[in-house]
């Protein structure tokens, strides 16, 4: 659990695309660079990349073992990478040396996540506490994200743009040395190379591909997180169309992670006794309302209900459907299973919000009304795919 803890709270720290580095970038990106919101999303899009590709890290550590170990080993060279990266990002100023290093800080934050996210399936099998260890990690995570978008806002606010990414880059690059200096805490067996081990668990990959059930619940999770978004045409909407200050907007970023907190304990007070389809249904509810619920955004009061009511129900789909996955994945191919139904989840983010910044700036004439209800209606359709899941964990085909 206090691993966990760490992995998940220094990602919270360090991802490209959330952590302390977004808003300072995308500052940067729209007012020194002059980017809109379709080339911001689009140009940033290769930052998914390496969390695309998650069962690559995943196929890797299943079955090569590294000094004896599959995991711990390629932790600490992950980590070691990231703090290089994000060091470099500190002592950069130009958009194409930037971009390159930031790729290096997402493949080597997806890798660690692979790493623990194999991990958490083990161990959550083994001991039946899967959905325990999800609400751990997102409630670490929301933790340190608020900390840091509190701290990417002071730094927006007293620093020129470029002063304040170099700042959030040096900050992030102390998170990995936490990671490095925590996968002692990780009671994992001796692994080594022999032909059995390796047919055995070559065995499980295929089983991968040859069960239906889990190819569905990968279909599941694709169209449940598959929604034009909007969050890169919001920022644009709250800095220049209702005056909110990047201060605000940071701390509105934290507001949204306290309502992940608050989603985090209240699954662990009441939710974590309804049934998994219970809890999907929820999920899918609360997430169309807390997208309609933008279109009453008009003030600084409306907007923080309104993210923590989306951090609230964020968190219990998250904890919804990685609870899925995990439950899902084939023994002896743990990494490469929750990895790859985790690349299907991350797949969905560069397309929806290129979608949405495309739908935002072409179709809709830069109105958000009709982008949040599209959005809101593509999720809704989900709620109908729920009776064809399948209960219990599903298992390997024979």
Request: glycine share 8%; net charge neutral.
């Amino acid at each position: 659990m206090w691993f966990f803890a760490i992995v998940y709270a220094v990602e919270g720290i360090g991802q490209a695309k959330s952590g302390i580095l977004w808003q300072p970038l995308s500052h940067w990106l729209k007012e020194s660079m002059r980017w809109d919101p379709t080339t911001i999303s689009a140009s940033l899009a290769i930052l998914d990349l390496p969390w695309i590709i998650k069962p690559v890290w995943g196929a890797i550590s299943d079955f090569v073992p590294l000094f004896g170990y599959r995991r711990r080993p390629y932790l600490v060279l992950a980590n070691i990478a990231a703090f290089l990266a994000f060091v470099a990002v500190a002592a950069t100023d130009t958009a194409s040396a930037m971009i390159p290093a930031l790729t290096v800080t997402a493949i080597a934050m997806a890798a660690s996540s692979t790493l623990c996210g194999a991990l958490l399936v083990e161990t959550g099998q083994r001991t039946n506490a899967s959905a325990t260890f999800v609400n751990q990690q997102w409630l670490w995570y929301n933790i340190a994200q608020m900390i840091s978008v509190l701290i990417a806002g002071y730094l927006i606010e007293v620093l020129p743009p470029i002063g304040a990414l170099h700042t959030a880059a040096a900050i992030a690059a102390i998170a990995p040395l936490a990671i490095i200096g925590g996968v002692w805490l990780v009671q994992e067996p001796r692994s080594g190379i022999d032909l059995a081990a390796l047919r055995t668990r070559m065995d499980a990959l295929l089983a991968v591909f040859r069960s239906r059930n889990l190819l569905f619940v990968a279909a599941f999770l694709f169209l449940y997180y598959f929604s034009p978004h909007f969050g890169t045409p919001l920022y644009f909407q709250m800095s220049d169309r209702l005056g909110f200050s990047q201060g605000f907007i940071g701390v509105l970023s934290a507001i949204g992670s306290a309502g992940w907190i608050i989603g985090g304990l209240l699954y662990r007070w009441r939710l974590n006794r309804l049934s998994r389809s219970a809890l999907l249904r929820l999920s899918i509810l609360g997430g169309v309302l807390s997208t309609l619920s933008c279109l009453a955004l008009s003030s600084p009061a409306t907007a923080v209900v309104i993210w923590v009511f989306s951090g609230m129900t964020s968190m219990i789909a998250m904890i919804a459907t990685m609870t899925l996955a995990a439950e899902s994945c084939p023994e002896g191919a743990e990494g490469f299973a929750f990895a790859g139904m985790m690349s299907i989840v991350n797949l969905t983010n560069p397309l929806a919000d290129t979608m949405g910044s495309v739908l935002y700036q072409h179709v809709f004439n830069e109105q958000l009304a009709p982008l949040i209800i599209v959005s809101a209606a593509t999720t809704a359709l989900v709620f109908f795919l729920i009776p064809l899941m399948v209960e219990g964990r599903v298992q390997p085909a024979v």
